[in-house]
T-cell receptor, first 111, second 116 residues
Framework: DAKTTQPPSMDCAEGRAANLPCNHS???????VYWYRQIHSQGPQYIIH???NNETNEMASLIITEDRKSSTLILPHATLRDTAVYYC????????????FGKGTLLTVNP | GAGVSQSPRYKVAKRGQDVALRCDPI?????LFWYQQALGQGPEFLTY????????KSGLPSDRFFAERPEGSVSTLKIQRTQQEDSAVYLC??????????????FGPGTRLLVL
């Protein structure tokens, strides 16, 4: 798997957008960008994934640069419950089924 | 619908005891994974099942760790003669099938194991 680089921590004010960056400069053409988050004492929760195009679901938006070397996860209106560690993972599936988690970004949403 | 469930949620064991951790995947999910998460670290892969077949156990840290999924649904991770370094959160994940492209893995809440 290609490695990812994320800032260790970020802060965001409640109600504002949280923009979490991820660098994956060695990503291969068939590798997806996945985002998971882990709230304290819970298992990782799937958020969103994408290959080339930007994606949006009820939880978040994923913006992938045209060269696919970086991406940004956007939580449009952060709440206190969004405080968690956010993991950016690249994975192609198929025979490459292992998810390789780094240390992620601890997002703290402040009131 | 029901997600991945794990039991027990917490387990305290004395060093040398055997433990068994259970995972109930999402119904119909073909693939099942076990991960280990040490304090302050991201989860690390242990083993992978496709139905009842254990296709990859490369992440199991020692031969004291054993996993099974005899009927292709529920899985058990067994740790024999537990050591203090086995203390961690053990996470189970399942995905619908292993085919072309990436498959989203859905995680359970984990079992927190503390070996004294």
């Amino acid at each position: 798997d290609a490695k990812t680089t994320q800032p260790p921590s970020m802060d965001c004010a409640e109600g504002r957008a949280a923009n979490l960056p991820c660098n994956h400069s060695t990503i291969s053409g068939n590798e997806y960008v996945y985002w998971y988050r882990q709230i304290h004492s819970q298992g990782p929760q799937y958020i969103i994934h994408g290959l080339k195009n930007n994606e949006t679901n009820e939880m978040a938006s994923l913006i992938i640069t045209e060269d696919r070397k970086s991406s940004t996860l956007i939580l449009p209106h952060a709440t206190l419950r969004d405080t968690a560690v956010y993991y950016c993972i690249v994975n192609s599936g198929g025979s490459n089924y292992k998810l390789t988690f780094g240390k992620g970004t601890l997002l703290t949403v402040n009131p | 619908g029901a997600g991945v469930s794990q039991s027990p949620r917490y387990k305290v064991a004395k060093r040398g005891q055997d433990v068994a951790l259970r995972c109930d995947p999402i119904s119909g999910h073909v693939s099942l994974f076990w991960y280990q998460q040490a304090l302050g670290q991201g989860p690390e892969f242990l083993t992978y099942f496709q139905n009842e077949a254990q296709l990859d156990k490369s992440g199991l840290p020692s031969d004291r760790f054993f996993a099974e999924r005899p009927e292709g649904s529920v899985s058990t991770l067994k740790i024999q003669r537990t050591q203090q370094e086995d203390s961690a959160v053990y996470l189970c994940a399942s995905s619908l099938e292993r085919g072309q492209g990436a498959e989203t893995q859905y995680f359970g809440p984990g079992t927190r194991l503390l070996v004294l």
